[in-house]
Every structure is written in structure tokens, then in C-alpha cells.
């Protein structure tokens, strides 16, 4: 039987989400990848149970994690049964509905009906009462905005959930949603949205400046550029990488010479300052204040541990961030 570890909150640094109550840690676990129907299940757990001794408190799904889509709530909903369930309150789990999840008209973007049949699926296959945080995980610019935000208002006056949030959004739209969410009294607190050193959207779509100026968190998905942003790919494309197993988000073409001549350059950097590139780019991200989590994937434990040590030394040089910007510029 699993017993976490004493010390675990020692370990890691949580971070108020927004201007709201809750905490985050400021490394969580996102199980996008390597948690579907074909993956090993005791590597699951074996990752899940590694990163809550490392104090990371928050998981976060989505519907259509696999594959086959549900596979990952399904397999978290299993470690959770087996082993997490004495911790449920001093554990964060999140998910979300608004990509394809199944066939017909009724199972994908934004409606009522979809978010409202996603979130009840979700709590089956994870076996629980509600979820800590529920996310629409993207714009729908055919269905309006009101009707979306007030099927998440009624997933927390359901009890389904206790916050929501928001995923893939601009500022702008952002803003939109909160307005709307402030009208009814929902607690939205957090946009989850893509940031690395090689993707600068939320800098320029206005959410990383709107954002904290909203008093809403941020936690940020592929912060290591799916794999590219780690040693993984210094000397070539390893066979069981995510490239080298055919990978739906990243393809042999996006490891070219220039990419490669800035991974290398920002591995020295990282190398300068004792840390993994791993680390450099996870820390890049949390340098900022707007910024509240950063959400890992991995595909073995000894990842969540290289990770987790981004949290030591999360202060830059000026003359490093310029160094970071001018290599990482198109």
C-alpha cells in the first residue's frame, strides 16, 4: 500500500492561483501524454506516485486524453482508487471538454449539451464526486460565449466542480468570458495556455498581460516544446522518442539545423548555471510573477525528479535573458 512521503511539501513551492484562495504547485502533472489505452500502467502510477512525493499536488486531464480518448481519466481514476484516494483533499485535479470526443454533433467545441455530458463522463471514468478545476480547451466561435460559460456556471453550482477555467484564449476573449462569468458569481481563476521559449503567443495575443491585470492565473502547457527543449534531442532523434515513434504534434522536420544550433546554444547556457536544459526552460517560464504553474508531461519518473529542480534557481541575468531572446528568435 502506497504512503506518501512526509517531506514531500517541503520539496516543492506553491503559488497563489490568481487572486483567489487556492494554491498551486508551481511544477504540476499533466498526463496529455503517455497515459492512454497502450501505455504500461504500472509506469503510470510508478510517474503519479513519484510526483506527488515531490509535492506536486495538481494532475491535470482532459476528456479526450488517450488514446483512445478517455483512456487517461480512466488509468488516473485507477491509481486514484489503488493508491491516491486517502490524499483526495490535499490533491488539485483537473480536466476539460472541447475537442473531439465522440461521434455526432454533440461531442466536440462548446455547447451546453456537450460540456454538461463530458463532465459527468469524466467523474465515471476518474470515480469521483467532482473535479478541483474544469476547463473549456478552446475557443468555439460558432457557439456564443454566454451559453459556453453558463454550462460551466452550472457544473459548479452543480457541484461538479469548484472552479473553472479557460484554455487556448486570447486576451481579449479572455476578458469576454470573464465578464460573463463575473455576472453569475462563477469562479473562473485560471487560463491554461502554451508557452515556451520557442512559442511567444500569450505575449503577443495580450492573455500574459491581461491575465494577472484580471486577477487570473496562468498555467502553461508544453513548456519544454513537446521534447525539444530537453537533451533528448542534442545528439540526434533517439527511437523512442516522441518523434521517433511517430508523434502526432512533433515530426523529424521540426528537428532542423536551426533548431538544433538553438537547442545547443541554450543548453550551454542552461550547462553555465548547473542546470538540465530541462530546467533552464521550465525556469525561463517561472521567472515571471504572471505566471503561476508550469505543467510537465513526462514518460518515465526519473523526468519528474530532472523537472521538479527547476524550482531551485528561477532568477535570470539581464544579460542571460538577452542571450535566451536573441537565440530563440525567428
Not at 494532475?59 to 480512466?74: I, M, Q, R, T, V
Not at 459548479?156 to 469576454?176: P, R, W
Request: some cysteine; aromatic content about 10%.
Amino acid at each position: 500500500m502506497y504512503v506518501a512521503k512526509d517531506d514531500r511539501y517541503e520539496k516543492m513551492k506553491y503559488k497563489r492561483c490568481g487572486n483567489t484562495g487556492l494554491f498551486l504547485p508551481l511544477v504540476s502533472f499533466g498526463l496529455w501524454h503517455n497515459f492512454g489505452t497502450n501505455d504500461d500502467f504500472d509506469n503510470m502510477k510508478t510517474m503519479c506516485l513519484t510526483a506527488f512525493d515531490e509535492g506536486i499536488t495538481h494532475f491535470d486531464l482532459a476528456n479526450n486524453y488517450g488514446p483512445l480518448p478517455g483512456s487517461a481519466e480512466a488509468n488516473f481514476g485507477k491509481i486514484l482508487s489503488s493508491e491516491l484516494m486517502p490524499y483526495r483533499d490535499e490533491m488539485i485535479i483537473s480536466t476539460k471538454a472541447g475537442y473531439d470526443m465522440w461521434p455526432g454533433p454533440y461531442g466536440d467545441f462548446g455547447s451546453r449539451k456537450y460540456l454538461i455530458a463530458s463532465i459527468d463522463q469524466s467523474l465515471k471514468r476518474l470515480g469521483l464526486d467532482y473535479v478541483d478545476i474544469f476547463y473549456h480547451h478552446r475557443p468555439d466561435t460558432d457557439t456564443p460565449l454566454e451559453e459556453t460559460m453558463g454550462a460551466l456556471d452550472q457544473i459548479v453550482k452543480s457541484g461538479k466542480a469548484l472552479y473553472v477555467g479557460i484554455s487556448n484564449y486570447d486576451g481579449e476573449t479572455m476578458l469576454k468570458a470573464a465578464e460573463i462569468l463575473k455576472s453569475m458569481n462563477t469562479p473562473f481563476i485560471i487560463n491554461q495556455n502554451c508557452y515556451n521559449m520557442f512559442n511567444r503567443t500569450i505575449e503577443n495575443n495580450g492573455l500574459k498581460d491581461l491575465a494577472p491585470k484580471s486577477g487570473k492565473g496562468i498555467i502553461t502547457f508544453s513548456p519544454l516544446a513537446q521534447g525539444l527543449l530537453t537533451n533528448r534531442y542534442l545528439n540526434g532523434i533517439p527511437t523512442d522518442s516522441r518523434i521517433g515513434k511517430g508523434g502526432l504534434f512533433l515530426h523529424e522536420s521540426d528537428v532542423n539545423e536551426k533548431r538544433l544550433s538553438q537547442i545547443t546554444a541554450l543548453n550551454e547556457i542552461a550547462t553555465k548555471r548547473g542546470q538540465t536544459l530541462a530546467q533552464l526552460a521550465l525556469s525561463w517560464i517561472l521567472k515571471d510573477d504572471d505566471i503561476t504553474s508550469v505543467l510537465i508531461g513526462a514518460s518515465r519518473p526519473s523526468q519528474i525528479l530532472d523537472c521538479v529542480k527547476c524550482i531551485e534557481n528561477t532568477t535570470f541575468t539581464e544579460d542571460e535573458l538577452k542571450q535566451i531572446d536573441l537565440i530563440t528568435k525567428d
